[in-house]
């Protein structure tokens, strides 16, 4: 008898710890939003290959910041790797204050994201945003954005519509990251003048002599931050996927690392990333500390067999 119910007792703590790791059967495909970003390429591709090796099956949904906020409140998009701030500060109080979407984790710091311009132009006396207007003739009026909706795009036609700094009749360019940078690609070979959106990190800096203007830190911020959100109560539907993205942090040197490979065509974005982990094993084993692969077994050996 005592056999009987030591084996019976066995089977339950057996069943009782299995169950621990079992998420809810949705958790297994993880949904993340992206803007279309060089960083955020990264960041998902880093958060993408570890999901993957975990067992989980990681889903991309290309959409614009507005559409990825929406997403996440209403449950569309899982996790969004990509919260800039102060740039998305007013999303952030719609969204985030207000406690419809909920914030993992600070993933970066020390962030730059204003207006920018090549060192030519900068050492031609455009420190500022004070100085655009100086010599808007030679900049044609013009502020080169990227995609329509972007916060950052709002907070400049904002500033032009307030007239900040003499702004009022100068008109914002919008389009995506590329075209942007083919734009700025295009001046800069001529050394013509041209004032864009810049941010770090990003392998622009590292493409382009350039400078960050000063003076924007009231649309901008003096510096800032990306957070990792998702939406309200996935962490605590899928608490092994919480895990790994509440452990998921970033540094600038990482993500220029990989850009920089994928800008100079030295590798595709999946092979960089998996170049960087390879070369990296203590990072993985920091971001997979506490997790578990899908089916609860050791997580960092599933994806040391994935590299």
Same mark, same amino acid.
Request: hydrophobic content about 40%; aromatic content about 10%; some cysteine.
């Given at each position: 008898?005592?056999?009987?119910?030591?084996?019976?007792?066995?089977?339950?703590?057996?069943?009782?710890?299995?169950?621990?790791?079992?998420?809810?059967?949705?958790?297994? *495909?993880? +949904?993340?939003?992206?803007?279309?970003?060089?960083?955020?390429?990264? *960041?998902?591709?880093?958060?993408?290959?570890?999901?993957?090796? &975990?067992?989980?099956?990681?889903?991309?949904? /290309?959409?614009?910041?507005?559409?990825?906020?929406?997403?996440?409140? #209403?449950?569309?998009?899982?996790?969004?790797?990509?919260?800039?701030?102060?740039?998305? %500060?007013?999303?952030?109080? $719609?969204?985030?204050?207000?406690?419809?979407?909920?914030?993992?984790?600070?993933?970066?710091?020390? *962030? !730059?994201?204003?207006?920018?311009?090549?060192?030519?132009?900068?050492?031609?006396?455009?420190?500022?945003?004070?100085?655009?207007? +100086?010599?808007?003739? $030679?900049?044609?009026? =013009?502020?080169?954005?990227?995609?329509?909706?972007?916060? @950052?795009?709002?907070?400049?036609?904002?500033?032009?519509?307030?007239?900040?700094?003499?702004? #009022?009749?100068?008109?914002?360019?919008?389009?995506? !990251?590329?075209?942007?940078?083919?734009?700025?690609?295009? @001046?800069? =070979?001529?050394?013509?003048?041209?004032?864009?959106?810049?941010?770090?990190?990003?392998?622009?800096?590292? %493409?382009?002599?350039?400078?960050?203007? +000063?003076?924007?830190? +009231?649309?901008?911020?003096?510096?800032?931050?990306?957070?990792?959100?998702?939406?309200?109560?996935?962490?605590? %539907?899928?608490?092994?996927?919480? #895990?790994?993205?509440?452990?998921? /942090?970033? /540094?600038? !040197?990482?993500?220029?690392?990989?850009?920089?490979?994928?800008?100079? =065509? %030295?590798?595709?974005?999946?092979?960089?990333?998996?170049?960087?982990?390879?070369?990296?094993?203590?990072?993985?084993?920091?971001?997979? =500390?506490?997790?578990?692969? &899908?089916?609860?077994?050791?997580?960092?050996?599933?994806?040391?067999? $994935?590299?």
């Amino acid at each position: 008898m005592h056999t009987l119910r030591r084996a019976l007792l066995g089977g339950l703590l057996l069943a009782a710890s299995s169950y621990t790791f079992a998420e809810d059967a949705s958790c297994a *495909t993880v +949904k993340l939003g992206d803007p279309g970003w060089s960083d955020i390429a990264v *960041t998902n591709g880093i958060a993408s290959f570890l999901l993957d090796g &975990l067992g989980y099956k990681a889903q991309i949904q /290309t959409l614009a910041v507005p559409i990825i906020f929406a997403g996440l409140q #209403k449950g569309q998009v899982d996790v969004f790797l990509g919260n800039w701030m102060p740039a998305q %500060q007013s999303n952030y109080d $719609k969204f985030v204050t207000s406690g419809e979407v909920e914030q993992l984790v600070e993933n970066l710091s020390g *962030t !730059e994201y204003t207006l920018a311009v090549p060192t030519y132009v900068y050492e031609a006396g455009v420190k500022t945003f004070a100085d655009l207007n +100086k010599q808007a003739d $030679k900049f044609n009026r =013009k502020i080169y954005g990227i995609g329509s909706g972007a916060p @950052a795009n709002v907070s400049i036609q904002q500033m032009m519509d307030a007239d900040e700094f003499g702004l #009022k009749s100068w008109s914002l360019v919008e389009s995506s !990251e590329q075209a942007m940078l083919v734009q700025v690609g295009r @001046a800069v =070979k001529r050394e013509q003048f041209v004032v864009f959106l810049g941010w770090t990190p990003h392998p622009m800096n590292v %493409q382009y002599d350039m400078r960050y203007l +000063k003076g924007g830190e +009231k649309y901008f911020g003096a510096s800032g931050s990306v957070n990792t959100l998702a939406r309200k109560g996935y962490a605590a %539907q899928c608490p092994n996927v919480g #895990k790994l993205l509440s452990n998921l /942090t970033f /540094t600038q !040197e990482m993500e220029n690392a990989i850009m920089n490979q994928v800008l100079s =065509k %030295q590798a595709s974005n999946d092979e960089a990333i998996k170049a960087w982990l390879q070369a990296n094993p203590a990072m993985i084993a920091e971001w997979l =500390k506490g997790v578990s692969s &899908l089916t609860g077994g050791d997580g960092l050996a599933a994806v040391n067999a $994935k590299l």
